[in-house]
Nanobody, 123 residues
Framework: QVHLVESGGGLVQAGDSLRLSCAAS????????MGWFRQAPGKEREFLVH????????YYADSVKGRFTISRDNANNMVYLQMNSLKPEDTAVYYC????????????????WGQGTQVTVSS
C-alpha cells in the first residue's frame, strides 16, 4: 500500500523559512514524478512545483519561483520542499503527490497524495 506522509509544517512569521518533507512508502520512488500542491481555505488546490523522476528537471509556478526549491532523495524515498521568504499568502495545507509518468501541473493526473501539512505564515 502506498503512503505519502508530509511533515515540517508549522506557524512561522513572514520572511521565515520552512522545509517540508514527504516520506514515501509502498512504491519505488524513482519511478514516479513528484509534485507539491497547496490549498488555502476557500480556494482551489494550487500547483506549486514538480520534479522529474531523476530530479534533473523541475518546474515552478510563478507564485513560488525563486523562493521555493524542490528536491528528492530516491535512495531514501524522500522529497523535500524548501520554502524561503514566506509570505502570509503562503498559508495553506501543503500536499505532496506522486505520478507514474512524466511530471505535470494538473493535480488530477497524480496517482497518490499525502494527507497534507499545515503551513501558517503570520504577518
Amino acid at each position: 500500500q502506498v503512503h505519502l506522509v508530509e511533515s515540517g509544517g508549522g506557524l512561522v512569521q513572514a520572511g521565515d523559512s520552512l522545509r517540508l518533507s514527504c516520506a514515501a512508502s509502498g512504491l519505488t520512488l524513482w519511478s514516479y514524478a513528484m509534485g507539491w500542491f497547496r490549498q488555502a481555505p476557500g480556494k482551489e488546490r494550487e500547483f506549486l512545483v514538480h520534479i522529474g523522476r531523476s530530479g534533473g528537471s523541475t518546474y515552478y509556478a510563478d507564485s513560488v519561483k525563486g523562493r521555493f526549491t524542490i528536491s528528492r532523495d530516491n535512495a531514501n524515498n524522500m522529497v523535500y520542499l524548501q520554502m524561503n521568504s514566506l509570505k502570509p499568502e503562503d498559508t495553506a495545507v501543503y500536499y505532496c503527490a506522486a505520478r507514474y509518468g512524466p511530471p505535470v501541473v494538473t493535480g488530477g493526473a497524480y496517482d497518490y497524495w499525502g494527507q497534507g501539512t499545515q503551513v501558517t505564515v503570520s504577518s
